[in-house]
């Protein structure tokens, strides 16, 4: 099939690939924020959201307008991250059937989970920070599976 990455041109090939590994900084750059701003802990980021009353760092709670302009900031802006990598990840010519299926579908629903659990850690529930985790580190795990193997197709598989 002519449309396989392995198949592209080879400035085509250059141009994907330097998209995927911008894609890819700007990315890790969002999981240092994170790491930055929650320890990478379910009680760093439960303090983000629900706040403290420590004396020496206060922390206020998340208001429900802030919540609302990450919600939305980061569901329109993973929602095209997702889109254009799936888009590129599925003209691989490594990974085949279900699990290029699940690879390229399951990031959708983790941005909802994700950013949408927020609210739910907030207001209602806590311990929901184990699901945005789970949901989060399975959200980044499939984006850097594509990435890693679009890439490789890129550059590194012959075209055979």
């Known amino acids: 099939m002519k449309n396989k990455l392995n198949k592209l041109s080879k400035n085509l090939k250059f141009l994907v690939a330097a998209y995927l590994i911008v894609l890819g900084i700007g990315v890790a750059t969002g999981i240092l924020y994170v790491a930055a701003t929650t320890s990478m802990s379910p009680s760093g980021t439960i303090e983000r959201y629900i706040g403290n009353d420590d004396d020496w ?3 206020q709670a998340k208001e429900f307008v802030d919540l609302i ?17 799936g888009l590129i990840f599925s003209r691989n010519s490594i990974i085949k059937g279900p ?4 690879l390229i579908i399951e990031p959708f629903i983790s941005i909802i989970v994700t950013f ?8 209602l529930m806590p311990n929901f920070v184990y699901i945005i985790i789970i949901s989060s580190t399975l959200m980044y795990t499939c984006f ?3 990435m890693f193997v679009s890439l490789y197709d890129l550059l590194l ?4």
């Open 99 to 102: 699990l290029k299926l699940f």
């Open 144 to 146: 850097y599976i594509m």
């Open 116 to 123: 949408g659990g927020f609210f739910i850690l907030r207001y």
């Open 69 to 85: 302009s990450q919600a939305h900031q980061h569901i329109v802006m993973f929602s095209f991250i997702f889109l254009s990598i």
């Open 57 to 59: 760092a206060p922390k």
């Open 157 to 160: 598989k012959n075209e055979s």
